[in-house]
Nanobody, 115 residues
Framework: QVQLVESGGGLVQAGGSLRLSCAAS????????MNWFRQAPGKQRELVAA???????NYADSVKGRFTISRDNAKNTVYLQMNSLKPEDTADYYC?????????WGRGTQVIVSS
């Protein structure tokens, strides 16, 4: 079992930056692939970025070059640095831990980007 708590969301103007954090507890954090998803109102949840236990990363095309995912295994935390934010980045952002057939989700943090 893994418990995940996201933080760092808020209201920001277009062009601004935010850093989301997802703190994990309850299991061996380093073995998990960690993901950031987002869900905008009326839309499906989509994968934003992922980082494996080996620190390989991948990003949605819509955020490449603007967002950076990272992890600190000593702090059991994964981060999402979001730069050059756009109004279309407005969504609830969720952290997910994945290992084998197990998935664990946080409750999300809201990001609102004003134009």
């Amino acid at each position: 079992q893994v418990q995940l708590v996201e933080s760092g969301g808020g209201l920001v103007q277009a062009g601004g930056s935010l850093r989301l954090s997802c703190a994990a507890s309850g299991s061996i954090f380093s073995i998990y692939t960690m993901n950031w998803f987002r869900q905008a109102p009326g839309k499906q949840r989509e994968l934003v970025a992922a980082i494996t236990s080996g620190y390989r990363t991948n990003y949605a095309d819509s955020v490449k070059g603007r967002f950076t995912i990272s992890r600190d295994n000593a702090k059991n935390t994964v981060y999402l640095q979001m730069n050059s934010l756009k109004p279309e980045d407005t969504a609830d952002y969720y952290c997910k831990a994945h290992w084998l057939s197990s998935d664990y989700w946080g409750r999300g943090t809201q990001v609102i980007v004003s134009s």
